[in-house]
């Protein structure tokens, strides 16, 4: 599976000291999407190996719908790109609007920690195309500037 939405209401227990839902909490979803959709892809476990760019576009409001959407972007040898957006919405009012988004990267491991080789991702439209190409160059300028294991 190269993608994955999560779907749940923001609840009461999830506010900030501001009344809206805790980046840290949104992080949290975002780390599951992104190991659901990695462990889906490799079929075994994987942990978080890098998390770049996130960036809070909006809050999330106590009671509103939010989507956790992790799509596989990239594959490296023993690594899995994954690009995840976080919307949300009032319920009532139907519209779903970007909250959240960033690149996170996972590594497929034996018991022992050891990283083991992932099935290549080749995208088939052009619009996966481009969101591994976005990958890709978020990778490459990381690691230039040593911000990759």
Do not use: Q
């Not at 476990?45 to 509103?64: K, L, N, W």
């Not at 160059?137 to 990381?142: F, I, K, M, P, R």
């Amino acid at each position: 599976m190269s993608s994955i939405t999560l779907r749940f209401l923001a609840e009461p227990s999830t506010v900030n000291f501001g009344g809206k839902v805790h980046g840290g909490t949104v992080m949290k979803w975002i780390d599951e999407a992104g190991y659901a959709c990695a462990t889906s892809w490799a079929k075994r476990y994987c942990v978080t190996a890098f998390i770049g760019s996130i960036r809070f576009h909006r809050p999330i409001m106590i009671g509103d719908l939010v989507e956790v959407e992790a799509r596989l972007a990239y594959t490296g040898n023993t690594s899995m790109n994954i690009s995840v957006e976080v919307r949300s919405g009032d319920m009532k009012g139907g519209a779903m609007e970007k909250t959240t988004e960033c690149l996170i990267v996972f590594v497929s491991v034996d018991s022992h920690g050891r990283p083991l080789p992932v099935v290549p991702y080749v995208p088939g439209t052009p619009g996966e195309m481009a969101l591994a190409e976005r990958a890709k160059t978020h990778l490459d300028a990381s690691r230039a500037a040593g911000n990759t294991p």
